[in-house]
């Protein structure tokens, strides 16, 4: 089949449209959640743990609900369940907003949610089978629901409360289970290296050191997650718009590199990628710890999101997809999102709820150590080339 006939079988716009919408809801939560539990009279402790559950979640579901895609082959009917049970669940928070219900409603909720990104990017790679350098191209309107979401509700945030941040989120989730109903079921292409079994891929110690970094790398951003907002309005008395604003520039710096990935990635090595990013990602966490007060240092610090998000996580993507074949994508996906996402957001956002009231600067400075580590085990121990020499 030629190219130009694939790319006309593609679905980008539903495709896009459901990255849209999931990370819209993204960019509604993660830079407002800590400020509207903070106008709920809780303190950064708190803010930092149930940080740490909406994160901390993806150590498990992930894990389950790719096991279960594997086994059935229905990653699309596990999205409509997971969009909608999601939806139930967080529903709970206009009931309440006592703490021990709160954490329930969080937990049940996030445990849903998880079940939905990492099948539908098995859906979206099945999609672009022969034209995988694309992904940049649709995943990038992920982005762009991110930073609709926090420039829109940073204005309106100046102007009207914040406690209509849940019916917001609410409305969003609505849209990601319609948009779930665009698709059909794509199949995943069965390869021979499945017969290997999916233990033998993780425990090669090339994989084991990008996992490692991955955890890592997650470990550095969770304090960003979760306090960000917080420390430019209470810390630096930026205003919502502003903050908005600063979050909307590390996005757009994500989405102009996603753009330019394809070409990236054929002309650069996924580890060099990889190295780079690590490094940066350590440069940014201190310039944004030690130089908020500094509009300037800002700015740029945000322009390294470009390469702490954006490179990173479609070099990894390209990891997962090339080392973790037919069907033992969504297990691999998960296993990723699991231990990256999940157990090193949690890990770093409680690292935050633990230090940030003694000093925000000193949490951000671990931030950096974190990745620092990634990087050197990413140097030593990321030699995917010894890899294929066992395939």
């Given at each position: 089949m030629s190219s130009a006939a694939t790319s006309v079988q593609l679905p980008y716009w539903r495709l896009s449209s459901f990255y849209f919408f999931y990370f819209a809801v993204v960019g509604s939560l993660t830079p407002y959640w800590g400020v509207y539990l903070k106008s709920l009279d809780y303190s950064s402790q708190d803010v930092g743990v149930i940080g740490a559950i909406i994160l901390g979640t993806r150590i498990i579901a992930p894990n389950f609900w790719g096991w279960l895609a594997d086994k059935t082959q229905r990653r699309l009917r596990i999205i409509h369940l997971g969009s909608a049970a999601a939806f139930i669940c967080f529903a709970g928070v206009m009931i309440s907003q006592r703490y021990s219900w709160l954490i329930?409603?969080?937990?049940?909720?996030?445990?849903?949610?998880?079940?939905?990104?990492?099948?539908?990017?098995?859906?979206?790679?099945?999609?672009?089978?022969?034209?995988?350098?694309?992904?940049?191209?649709?995943?990038?309107?992920?982005?762009?629901?991110?930073?609709a979401a926090v420039v829109g509700l940073g204005w309106l945030f100046d102007f009207f409360s914040i406690q209509l941040l849940p019916i917001v989120i609410l409305s969003f989730l609505v849209l990601i289970?319609?948009?779930?109903?665009?698709?059909?079921?794509?199949?995943?292409?069965?390869?021979?290296?499945?017969?290997?079994?999916?233990?033998?891929?993780?425990?090669?110690?090339a994989i084991i050191s990008f996992l490692v970094a991955s955890f890592l790398l997650q470990v550095s951003h969770g304090p960003y997650y979760t306090f960000y907002s917080l420390y430019l309005t209470e810390n630096h008395n930026y205003t919502s718009t502003a903050t908005g604003l600063l979050w909307a520039l590390g996005v757009l710096?994500?989405?102009?590199?996603?753009?330019?990935?394809?070409?990236?990635?054929?002309?650069?090595?996924?580890?060099?990628?990889?190295?780079?990013?690590?490094?940066?990602?350590?440069?940014?966490?201190?310039?944004?710890?030690?130089?908020a007060q500094w509009l300037g240092v800002l700015l740029f610090a945000q322009l390294l999101h470009a390469f702490s998000f954006g490179v990173a996580h479609a070099a990894s993507i390209e990891i997962v997809r090339t080392r973790f074949t037919g069907n033992h994508q969504g297990q691999g996906q998960a296993l990723y999102s699991s231990l990256g996402f999940g157990a090193g957001g949690a890990t770093g956002a409680l690292i935050g709820a633990f230090i940030w009231d003694y000093s925000a600067s000193l949490t951000f400075l671990i931030s950096s150590i974190a990745a620092l580590l990634g990087f050197?085990?990413?140097?030593?121990?990321?030699?995917?080339?010894k890899l294929d020499s066992h395939r």
């Open positions: 329930i409603v969080i937990s049940c909720y996030t445990f849903f949610w998880h079940a939905v990104l990492p099948q539908f990017e098995v859906i979206t790679l099945a999609y672009l089978k022969g034209q995988y350098e694309r992904y940049g191209q649709i995943r990038l309107w992920g982005s762009l629901g991110f930073m289970w319609l948009s779930s109903f665009s698709l059909k079921e794509s199949a995943v292409d069965k390869h021979s290296g499945d017969s290997k079994g999916f233990s033998h891929l993780v425990f090669h110690p710096a994500e989405v102009c590199i996603f753009i330019f990935m394809p070409k990236i990635l054929q002309r650069y090595d996924v580890r060099y990628l990889l190295l780079v990013t690590f490094a940066l990602t350590a440069a940014r966490w201190v310039l944004i710890g030690y130089g050197i085990i990413l140097f030593f121990g990321l030699h995917l080339y």
